[in-house]
């Protein structure tokens, strides 16, 4: 809108009032005396700008990005702690402090004979990152533990995209009693889901069922029952309820490919892999085919790719169709050197 209130343009415009007996060139009495008063009001008419953007759904980011979603009921999901379960070789207290590499959990609960489970106390993801022996912090004497299993998936503070996007989703769809776009909307509001797909009546009246996938756009098993409870709290009554993960759509990918020697074959496939797992995961609930020319441009495309030839998707030359319930996995690629 002001997008011509640019510093220059608005001392020449003041320059211009000035009378031609004046000496208006750089320096001058008039030009020094004018130059600060048009700084300023090209910096009051960027933040005018600024403003505009941080007041709109599709241009706000960070705390007026919460502020905008906030008229509509819409809440960032914050981060989350993750659990995870801790196996030693003797007995440890409540609330002993265990390390491995960066991060820290500490010993919440007793499920068995010498099973613990423990919170990492830092937010996020980092805390399903590592797995292994544990480093003792308490100076617990004579007792060792290793950090096993994920019991909850710690998560980061939702992103604007993510958070945009469901507002999007509310706003612009028709939710209604428990429409298809409320089954959707109450499984994005937990912590961690990343996407939803809703099948009304799978298994007749009365019946949904609602597949969900982590933020991450990847399966989480524990994922279902989390956004189960949710959705039995606010769902109409009278309807039964199922969420799960979808299926896994196995993808193996192979072919022979000529270098033009800016890469090695090993940045290649490592490239190429990004490319085409980044191609499954958005076509997870929105597309029904994974195309084999699709593929194939993404592996022309990768650095160090002069050509390629015998491309395979699971052993075949044409395109592969994903199941209403299943979503495409990348499981392994083969690329020979010609």
């Known amino acids: 809108m002001w997008e011509d209130m640019t510093y220059e343009n608005i001392l020449n415009d003041m320059l211009s009032r000035v009378t031609s007996d004046v000496d208006k060139r750089e320096g001058s009495i008039i030009y020094d005396a004018l130059a600060p008063a048009a700084y300023k009001l090209a910096e009051s008419y960027f933040m005018l700008n600024l403003f505009l953007d941080l007041v709109s759904g599709d241009t706000a980011v960070g705390e007026y990005l919460d502020r905008v979603v906030a008229d509509y009921g819409i809440t960032r999901k914050p981060a989350t702690y993750a659990i995870r379960q801790i196996e030693t ?3 440890i207290d409540i609330g002993t402090r265990w390390g491995l590499n960066d991060t820290t959990y500490i010993i919440t609960e007793l499920k068995s004979e010498h099973t613990y489970q423990a919170q990492c106390e830092q937010i996020g993801s980092i ?5 292994g022996q544990l480093e003792n912090i308490d100076n617990v ?10 019991i909850t998936s710690g998560e980061e503070e939702e992103t604007d995209d993510n958070l945009r996007s469901r507002f999007y989703s509310q706003v612009q769809s028709t939710s209604t009693s428990g429409n298809v776009y409320d089954y959707k909307r109450w499984a994005l509001e937990v912590p961690g889901c990343g996407d939803a797909k809703v099948f009304p009546l799978w298994d007749g009246n009365g019946t949904v069922k609602v597949l969900v996938i982590n933020e991450n756009m990847e399966i989480d098993p524990d994922l279902p029952a989390v956004v189960y409870e949710y959705i039995e709290t606010v769902r109409p009554i009278g309807a039964t309820v199922t969420v799960e993960s979808p299926k896994e759509k196995i993808i193996n990918i192979a072919a022979n490919i000529a270098l033009d020697g ?10 190429f892999a990004s490319l085409a797992a980044e191609y499954f995961r958005n076509a997870t ?3 029904y085919t ?3 020319a699709k593929i194939g441009s993404l592996l022309l495309s990768v650095p160090g790719v002069a050509d390629y030839s015998g491309l395979l998707l699971n052993g075949d030359t044409k395109n592969i169709i994903i199941g209403e319930d299943e979503m495409p996995i990348l499981d392994d690629i083969t690329l020979a050197e010609v």
Do not use: R
């Open 127 to 131: 805390g399903n990152q590592y797995s």
């Open 262 to 271: 800016s890469a090695s074959q090993e940045d290649v496939k490592a490239e």
């Open 290 to 292: 994974i195309s084999y």
């Open 89 to 91: 070789n003797g007995t």
């Open 141 to 150: 004497s004579g007792v060792t533990a290793s950090l096993t299993d994920i």
């Open 285 to 287: 609930f929105d597309f």
